[in-house]
């Protein structure tokens, strides 16, 4: 025991030394055991993970439920056979329309880009248009005069009218020269001049539609035509005069600029054979379509679209009626800005001629026509002669004019006939017109169908000013293939979603 005394005191000087090494070796110890536990555990997880991943990887990328994908199937079918019923039944309200005259009925047999016979362009030119568009005005049953008695003595003979609706004779004399060739039409004139008047057609019997209880303008809806166009002549007057928000204050008159009665002629857009098809109709996004030679690729495989504008003299009362009557009409108005100028407004001429301050509202009313989003490039340029310019044309300045824009009253007698009253109103609709083409399920692609969403908004250069708002949709939408669009088949959002036009439509500014 004495010889461990020495080595025991040593200890006792040095134990921390000694517990510091003994704790470091515990340490060691007790760490190498559970980490090779852990290790082992870690090793077992990946193994089983790695597993679960590989069974996963091995499953088929096809749906493992064969019902589930027959249903999805069945679905779509079903989804696409609506569609294409929807389709039908728009194509079937308008097809009625689609009928080439009597002297050239033979255009029905030849296909979209078939020649054309000389003899029947020359035939068509010189037989078929101007009669064409003296019938569509007696659909109209525009005021003119009545048919004189040769047997009635000279007393007996006296200046009376006929008709419900006044039209200035001039502008209507413009709009048939248009269409008048001093030679033999191309095959692109002789079709864009029927298929305008199918449009036309279309417009007046609407209009006659909703006079149909009048006897004369004093007692019709629409009493008057001041303006009425479609495609690149209409979007050229609409760019001119984009309207615009104006409160206005006690004794001062209506923002001038660009009055309406300042107007060059009205038929003064020269348009080149080899243009006639480049911004007549209008794409996904309401603006103009470029055609490529005689083609015009089309967004959408139902329907193609154009814009049409339309001034008319109206009973107050009967606006709701217009716009009702538009969305119904054979070839379906989607109505995309409406502007109305009440009865005193300063500088408004109320017998159809004068001079009116460019685009805002009158008689105390703010307001001017609302364009929805997206539509025509910021300063309502087309790509062309500079600032609003379509190629060719020197830009739409203030020398190119809407058919019956510039118009003044009728003249005589039928022109009082229409002078604005206390209860009438101005009343100007810009929207998109719809052509449905012949029906064809194979166009309608499974893989298309799709919601989606899109604007007719069509904002015609400028701004509209303080408070300028968003312009009116017409109904949900829901969009399907080749027709995606607003509205529905009954009304607003209705039960057909996809097919534009079919519903009431609910206009941004009034």
Known sequence: MEQLKPYLKLLQKHHFWVVSALAVITAVVVWTTATASIEEETARNRSLVDGKFQAVKSIEPTPPNDKFKAAVLTRADELKQKVFQAWQALYNRQVGLFRWPEVVRGMETLGENQDIPTSWRENYNNLVVESEWQRLFEVLDVVRPKPIDPDASEEQRTDEYQGTVVWDENARKALVDRYRSASTPSDVKMRVTQEDLWIFESLFRMIRNLNAQATDPSDAVIKRIDALDIGRYAMAEAMRDPGKIDVRATGQGMAQGGGMGSMGSQNSMNVSESDLLSFR??????????????????????????????????????????????????????????????????????????????????????????????????????????????????????????????????????????????????????????????????????????????????????????????????????????????????????????????????PGGS
């Open 281 to 506: 109709y209008l794409d996904a996004q309401g603006k103009p379509l470029e055609a490529s030679g005689n083609k015009v690729n089309h967004p959408f495989a139902a329907f193609r679209q154009m814009f049409v504008r339309m001034k008319v003299l109206v009973n107050q009362d009967s606006i709701p009626d217009v716009l009702a009557a538009c969305a119904n009409n054979d070839l379906p108005i989607e109505v995309k800005q409406v502007r109305i100028w009440f009865y005193g407004a300063p500088n408004l001429s109320t017998s159809g001629g004068g001079s009116m301050g460019g685009g805002s509202m009158g008689g105390g009313v703010p307001g001017g026509g609302m364009a929805g989003p997206g539509g025509m490039p910021g300063s309502g340029a087309m790509p062309g002669a500079g600032p609003g310019g379509m190629p060719g044309s020197g830009g739409m300045g203030s020398n190119v004019g809407g058919i019956g824009s510039a118009a003044g009253p009728a003249g005589g007698r039928s022109g009082a006939l229409a002078d604005m009253k206390p209860d009438d109103a101005i009343l100007e609709i810009r929207g998109i017109i719809y052509l449905y083409n012949p029906p064809d399920i194979t166009k309608l692609d499974p893989q298309s169908i799709v919601v989606q969403e899109r604007s007719f908004g069509l904002a015609f250069g400028g701004s509209l000013g303080a408070g300028g708002g968003a312009g009116g949709a017409a109904g949900a939408g829901a969009g399907m293939p080749g027709m995606a669009g607003p509205g529905g088949m009954a009304g607003p959002g209705g039960t057909m979603p996809g097919m534009p036009g079919a519903g009431m439509p609910m």
